[in-house]
Nanobody
Framework: DVQLVESGGGLVRPGGSLRLSCVAS????????MIWVRQAPGKELEWISTINVPGDTTYYAEAVKGRFTISRDNAQDTLYLQMNSLQSEDTAMYYCARLKYGSINHRQMDGRGQGTQVTVSS
């Protein structure tokens, strides 16, 4: 079974930073592209970023481009999201998700973690 466990969320002031982690198990992590998505209260799930299998190609939503950085450690089966210059609009539950095998399309999710809450507030 696909297991994804996120951590690193919390309360941070505007302008602050957080680093989210997602530890994968139950599948061969290094063979799948991965994404981060988020969901704010009352809003739909929003794609944030994608990273390909080797980790050398990344994609970002306009809302986070230049502030967030996705990365992965295939030796440690771990996905990361470095978030800088956080704003109140970034407040949401953040999830890591696996894409279907061979896909780089963020709409083709194939398993998601339980999420970690990020709250940006002064």
């Amino acid at each position: 079974d696909v297991q994804l466990v996120e951590s690193g969320g919390g309360l941070v002031r505007p302008g602050g930073s957080l680093r989210l982690s997602c530890v994968a198990s139950g599948f061969t992590f290094r063979r799948y592209a991965m994404i981060w998505v988020r969901q704010a209260p009352g809003k739909e799930l929003e794609w944030i970023s994608t990273i390909n299998v080797p980790g050398d190609t990344t994609y970002y939503a306009e809302a986070v481009k230049g502030r967030f950085t996705i990365s992965r450690d295939n030796a440690q089966d771990t996905l990361y999201l470095q978030m800088n210059s956080l704003q109140s609009e970034d407040t949401a539950m953040y999830y890591c998700a696996r894409l279907k095998y061979g896909s780089i399309n963020h709409r083709q999710m194939d398993g998601r973690g339980q999420g970690t809450q990020v709250t940006v507030s002064s």
